[in-house]
């Protein structure tokens, strides 16, 4: 489907350049269409969406096709002459009476939700119940001006609740009809990509102050009170061993003491916690969380996290979160924080620095060191020539240095020009891909090429296994994030990824439904079976790095909630069940210099401690029953950080 000219245009944008487009019209019969194309750093989609409207403004007819990194697009909804509704995805099916409710696309080109915008306008205070469930409201706050291409112009912020874990900012337009949404990555009409990243600050400020409500609900003096935990199975993070019937006594911030079981004295006004039954834990890391959303760092409070490594974020959004976690603001686990830097290029990360030649990238890496933040991430687009100056710099002002592997490069390249950590393990086969794989490492190659061949691997050739003795030697660290990959290769929509499976019952529906996925498109003749053999190759290969005494650290790319199954993952690649939990708990903490302090258990240290139900020695699932939370010191109820951050119970 083609749009026509005149048809309006929207884009999609960041700092890092334009990245897609939507057009919308009315086509000759009355029906509306939608027309969708984006490349995002190499993954593709491209749908079409056409929409035909009842009486009452309300969709009754709506057929998607198209695809995306997720799989096949294909979606159909009707309303019969009887009122009832009928839908079909590649995920699901049903039916169920239409009167007073609206259908919620799985998918689809993002403008097509300008007419719940607009239905939920007019629905006011009530809100809309939504097909196949769920309920969903509207709240219109600040004006704003902005500039457009016929001069100065209002616009409102409004914030969904329904559709997500938190408040969704969406723009209104002066009579209060959609206009954009602004964030990372802008959809805004033509003309006005330059307003987004005002956009996203005015918003940012607005949540910002909904959270600040939330975390001084939490943070109080009642709350940072002395806590014995007394007779619970201990995890020795550092031994790497469960240790039984401990005492452990957390005041003023820190570790007190550890002793036997029964044999520490609680001091007065101490809150005792019985831990028979239970786990305590080192507080979690998630090694590759994008942090920059308030209420998921909430959210990864409540599942466990007490510390993360965020492999890439805008400069100003690290410089926020910091400043009001200090204050006491923001609910949130300690971080360190990357920026991407990228070769200036279509295909180039969004949020990302960019760059045109060496001399950028090193200026690009001293901008990074000017900003306090942590380390230098490189990714896909860079000239490998570019990688060995910016890593010498990087190091010499004390930077961490890791990322994706930039096409033409392998795995091993990357590591001798200067990285100590190379992200994601399809990167890491890449060191037995086809040179055209690798040539091409910036695009979907970079799955497409693991998906196709990796299950042909040998991961234990001789050329792979002096690859994991060099990297070994290296002291080289890998970050898998395999539950990235686990659903992309593994699923075909009869079932929810297991990393996502434990919450489906507590998420909103609209969420639960979108974890549903039917994988990356098939191609070149693969079978699903063939893409599962591949995933499980990677699998193998953590496996074999291990082995060869590679570090490993646990990070998952997404909210968080993926963090226990990713170590579910490593146990499952031959790990034991504390080597994998020590992955998220003493080696990010050692990786980051931060060992003397967090990381594990021990008098002096900050008491940054998860308290679970359940014996983690026998089960790493216990991990997502999060009874209590102690975050630098504070006392923090599992169940009520759930509530808060958009969650409604504890997880299977």
Known sequence: MTAPAGARHYTFSSIAGKHGDVWSWTMPDGRI???????????????????????????????????????????????????????????????????????????????????????????????IDMLPGGHASITIGQPAQIDGPNGAETVKLAFIRGYSFAPLPVWLDKDNRFFGNAGVISLLPEGYEKNGPKLKEIQDKATAAMVRDVAHQFLTPANRTPTLVDHVLMFDSVAGKYLPDRAVLIAGGKVAA?????????????????????????????????????WNLLQNVAT??????????????????????????????????????????????????????????VAAVDKIKQAGLWGAKFYTSMNPAWIA??????????????????????????????????????????????????????TAARLEGPAKYGKDVDLDSPAMTAFYAELAKRGTIIDPTLTVWEPMMTSDGSAISPEYAPFADIAPPAVARSWRVGGYPLFGGLTRDDFRKSFDKMVGLVNRLHKAGVRIVAGTDGYGLELVRELELYQQAGLSNAEALQTATIIPARITGMADRAGSIAPGKAADIILVDGDTSKDLGTLRHVNTVFLDGYRLDGTALRTASGLSGMPK
């Open 304 to 361: 466990g996290m007490t510390n993360y490594r965020s492999p890439g974020s805008l400069i100003d959004d690290a410089h926020s979160i910091y400043r009001r976690r200090a204050a006491g603001d923001l609910l949130a686990p300690d971080g360190k924080i990357s920026v991407i830097i990228d070769r200036k290029d279509p295909l180039a990360a969004q949020g990302a620095l960019t760059v045109s030649s060496a001399a950028e990238a």
């Open 258 to 294: 550890v002793a036997a079981g029964g044999s520490i004295k609680p001091p007065a006004g101490a809150t005792v916690i019985d831990g028979r039954g239970k786990t305590l834990s080192p507080g979690l890391w998630d090694s590759h969380q994008h942090v920059g959303d308030d």
């Open 389 to 442: 100056p910016a890593a010498a710099e990087a190091h010499k002002l004390g930077l961490h240095v890791h990322g994706h592997i930039p096409a033409g490069m392998r795995p091993l390249d990357a590591v001798r020009a200067g990285y100590d950590e190379v992200t994601h393990i399809n990167f890491i086969m890449m060191q037995a891909m086809p040179q055209e794989v690798v040539d091409k490492a910036n």
């Open 33 to 127: 269409a939608y027309r969708m194309s984006m490349s995002l750093r190499g993954w593709v989609t491209e749908t079409d969406e056409v929409m035909t409207l009842g009486p009452d403004k309300r969709p009754t007819a709506i057929a998607i096709r198209g695809y995306t990194d997720q799989g096949d697009a294909t979606e159909t909804f009707d309303v019969d002459a009887g009122g009832v509704a009928r839908w079909k995805t590649v995920i699901d099916s049903g039916s169920a009476p239409f009167a007073g409710k609206r259908y919620n696309t799985y998918g689809g080109p993002p403008l097509a939700a300008e007419r719940e915008v607009d239905a939920l306008v007019a629905a006011g205070d009530k809100g």
